[in-house]
C-alpha cells in the first residue's frame, strides 16, 4: 500500500514540476534569448517483492533547457558579421553625403567654373569685373576644399566619440557575464538548476559579439571564457579584463590624426588594441576611420596641394595688371613699386607639403588686397598679354596627379567612385549579412524557441497526468481504509 501511495506522490510532483516549468515557457515566450525548458525524468529504482520486479514511480532529474551550442555559435558569428557591415554601410553613407551633387554644387563643377573663369579673362585681361570673378571662383574652390576636408574630420571624430561608447558597452557586458559565470558557478555547487542565468550569459555574449568576433570556451577547470580573436581571453570564470580609451598624439595615431582615439587593456595601457578588433561595430568604425575616411583625406590634400603647386608655379611667372616702371640701367621691370610686388606673385598662399593641405588651402594675401596682382601677362607692362591666363586653365586638362597619369577631374571622380563603390558594396554585404542572420535566429528558434502551440498541449497532458496521479492516491487511500476497515471488525 506504501509503494502505491509513493507511486502516486512521485507522479504527483513530477506532474507539478513540468506545469510549473510549461508555465515558466509560456510566461517568456516573448524574452528575448529564453530558451524553452523540459523537466528531465527518469522511473524510480524497481524493487523484488513477492519475486516480482515492482516499480517505485517516477524520478525528477533536472530542469533542462534546450539549447546547441553550434547555433549559438553560428548566431553570433552572424551578429558579428552584421554588425560589422551595417555600421560600415551607416559611416560610409554619411562620407558618401560630403559629395552629393544633387542638393548643392560638388567640388568638380566649382574647380571647373574656376578655370573657365581664367578663360574669360584670356579673353578679357583688363575687364575688372572679371578678375573679381576669378577670385570669387576662386574663394568657393578653397571654401569647398575645407568643407569637404572638415566634414571629413568632422565624421572622424565623430567616429571616435561612438567608439568610446562602445567601449562602455562592451565594459559592462564583461561585467554582467562574469557575474552571470559566478552566479552559475554558486548554483552549480549545490545542484541547483541554472539555465535562466545561463540564457541571460548567452544574451550578453550575443550582444558582446555585436562589437567584435569573440569565441567561447570552458578551460579545464569548468570556468566559462570569452575571447576576442586576435586579441586574446578577456572573460575568465568571474573576471574580466576592462577595456580603456585615450586620446594619442598624430605620431602614434592609426589616421595619420591628432587627438585620435586609442583602444587598450586598463592593465596594460601601453599596449594598443585599436587595430587588433576582428569584425562587429567597433572593427567597423577603426576601418572606416582608419582606412576609408584617411584615405580621402590623402587624396584631398593631394588635390588642394596640386592645384596650390601648378597654379602658383604659373601665376608667379607673370607680372601685375599695372603700370610698371623700368630700370633705366638695365631696361629690367622694377621688382617692386609703391603696391608691391611686380611679379613672382603666388595666387594661392604656398604649402610646404601636402599634409593637411585641404585645411590651409588659402588665396594669398596679395590677390585678395589687389585685383590688379591676378596675373595675365608673361611680360611687364603688356595689357593684352594673356599667356599667364591661357597657360592656368589648361592646368585642368593636365595630368599632374598619380605621377603624370591622372587629372585634378580625374583624381577628384576617382576618388568620389572609391567611396561610392565601398558604400555601395557595403549596403550589398549588410543586406546579405541580415539575410543569414536572420536564418541563423529562425534556426534558434526552432530549436531552443517556445511553441505557445506545442506548450498548451503539454500544459493539458500534465495536467492529466496530475489528476492521474492524484486519482492514485485517492485510490490508495480508499483501499488503506479499506483494510483498516476490516481490521476493527
Known amino acids: 500500500m506504501a509503494n502505491l501511495l509513493n507511486i502516486g506522490l512521485t507522479g504527483l510532483k513530477a506532474s507539478k514540476i513540468s506545469l510549473k516549468t510549461t508555465g515558466h515557457n509560456l510566461a517568456n515566450v516573448n524574452t528575448e534569448g529564453f530558451s524553452r525548458q523540459r523537466l528531465l525524468q527518469t522511473s524510480n529504482n524497481p524493487v523484488i517483492k513477492e519475486g516480482l520486479i515492482q516499480g517505485t514511480g517516477t524520478r525528477t532529474v533536472k530542469v533542462s533547457r534546450i539549447s546547441d551550442e553550434n547555433v549559438e555559435k553560428n548566431l553570433r558569428n552572424a551578429t558579428s558579421k552584421y554588425n560589422f557591415h551595417n555600421e560600415r554601410k551607416f559611416s560610409l553613407s554619411q562620407v558618401e553625403d560630403i559629395f552629393n551633387e544633387v542638393d548643392r554644387e560638388g567640388l568638380n563643377q566649382i574647380v571647373t567654373r574656376f578655370f573657365n573663369s581664367f578663360r574669360e579673362l584670356a579673353v578679357q585681361p583688363e575687364n575688372v569685373t572679371v578678375r573679381s570673378v576669378v577670385r570669387d571662383n576662386a574663394v568657393m574652390v578653397v571654401e569647398d576644399i575645407h568643407r569637404i576636408r572638415q566634414t571629413l574630420n568632422n565624421i572622424s571624430r565623430n567616429l571616435d566619440k561612438k567608439a568610446e561608447h562602445v567601449v562602455e558597452e562592451v565594459n559592462q557586458l564583461m561585467n554582467q557575464i562574469s557575474t552571470m559565470n ?68 598624430r605620431s602614434q595615431s592609426l589616421n595619420d590624426t591628432a587627438n585620435s582615439l586609442d583602444i587598450f587593456f586598463s592593465e596594460r595601457p601601453d599596449q594598443s588594441l585599436t587595430g587588433k578588433f576582428k569584425g562587429g561595430r567597433l572593427s567597423s568604425l577603426m576601418k572606416v576611420r582608419n582606412e576609408d575616411i584617411q584615405r580621402l583625406q590623402k587624396s584631398i590634400d593631394d588635390i588642394a596641394f596640386n592645384l596650390v603647386s601648378s597654379v602658383n608655379a604659373i601665376h608667379e611667372r607673370g607680372f601685375v595688371n599695372r603700370t610698371i616702371q623700368m630700370n633705366q640701367d638695365e631696361n629690367t621691370p622694377a621688382m617692386q613699386d609703391s603696391k608691391g610686388k611686380t611679379t613672382g606673385i603666388k595666387f594661392f598662399r604656398a604649402l610646404e607639403d601636402k599634409q593637411d593641405a585641404g585645411m590651409k588651402i588659402e588665396l594669398s594675401e596679395d ?101 492521474a496521479s492524484a486519482k492514485i492516491l485517492k485510490t490508495a487511500d480508499q483501499m488503506f481504509n479499506t483494510v483498516i476497515g476490516l481490521l476493527k471488525r
Open 367 to 467: 590677390v585678395l588686397a589687389d585685383l590688379t596682382n591676378i596675373v595675365t601677362a608673361l611680360e611687364p607692362n603688356s595689357p593684352g598679354d594673356n599667356r599667364v591666363s591661357i597657360a592656368i586653365s589648361k592646368i585642368q586638362h593636365q595630368k599632374i596627379f598619380d605621377d603624370g597619369n591622372a587629372t585634378l577631374e580625374e583624381k577628384y571622380l576617382q576618388s568620389i567612385a572609391d567611396i561610392g563603390l565601398q558604400s555601395s558594396k557595403a549596403r550589398m554585404d549588410s543586406e546579405q549579412a541580415e539575410g543569414i542572420l536572420n536564418q541563423q535566429k529562425t534556426v534558434r528558434e526552432r530549436i531552443s524557441g517556445v511553441s505557445i502551440d506545442e506548450e498548451t498541449a503539454n500544459m493539458v497532458r500534465y495536467q492529466h497526468a496530475y489528476e
Open 182 to 249: 559566478q552566479k552559475i558557478q554558486i548554483l552549480e555547487v549545490s545542484n541547483q538548476e541554472t539555465g535562466d542565468y545561463r540564457d541571460m550569459r548567452d544574451l550578453a555574449v550575443k550582444r558582446l559579439s555585436e562589437n567584435f568576433d569573440i569565441h567561447t570556451y570552458t578551460d579545464n577547470n569548468g570556468q566559462f571564457n570569452v575571447a576576442i580573436r586576435n586579441v586574446g581571453t578577456i572573460i575568465s570564470g568571474p573576471k574580466f579584463q576592462k577595456l580603456s580609451t585615450t586620446r594619442v598624439n
